[in-house]
């Protein structure tokens, strides 16, 4: 769990998967891209969903790099905490509205976001789960991205009218 040359299988399968993801969920956008410009909350999880997919790429790279695991473990967590800014930024935006869309998915994309930094700790200090916890973040991630771009594609309920 402290030796990244030991995952590179797995980062490799990670970092592919999610550039193929990627490109998936910017052609389901382009598909309804009427849709999704028209509403800022839609536009929001498009945007953030297709650059957190390829945030998974650029930590997989970090992970295949060939360098020593502290240097990696910092990688990790200044990568992971500033990409973080995602969530966070979508979590910010839905609580200054007065009826904001549910927070479980930023906030559970968030967490994972900490669980890959936290990754990043426990290479540097050798305890803990190491790239355990980074790898599961970023699958727990690609789950969430998935989620997201089949949401994207569903038809958006719309308001009722009045009479």
């Known amino acids: 769990m402290y030796q990244p040359e030991l995952w590179h299988e797995v980062y490799v ?10 490109g998936l ?6 598909v309804r891209a009427d849709l999704i410009m028209s509403k ?13 997919i390829i945030s998974i790429v650029g930590g997989s790279v970090l992970t295949l790099l060939p360098q020593d695991a502290g240097l990696l ?14 969530p966070a930024s979508v979590i910010l935006y839905e609580l200054r ?7 479980h998915l930023p906030v559970l994309a968030l967490s994972f976001y900490l669980l890959a930094a936290l990754g990043g700790v426990s290479l540097i200090a050798r305890w ?8 599961a973040a970023y699958f727990g991630y690609l789950l969430i991205a998935v989620l997201n771009a089949y949401l994207l594609l569903l038809p958006q309920p719309q308001p009722k009218a009045k009479r």
């Open 25 to 30: 969920v910017i052609v389901a956008a382009s």
């Open 73 to 86: 473990g910092i990688e990790l967590i200044v990568f992971n905490l500033a990409w973080a800014s995602l």
């Open 40 to 52: 800022p909350h839609l536009r929001m999880r498009a945007r953030n969903n297709t650059l957190s």
């Open 128 to 135: 803990g789960g190491g790239l355990y916890l980074t790898t």
């Open 97 to 103: 509205k007065p009826a904001g869309l549910a927070l």
């Open 13 to 22: 399968m990670l970092g592919g998967g999610a550039a193929a993801l990627a």
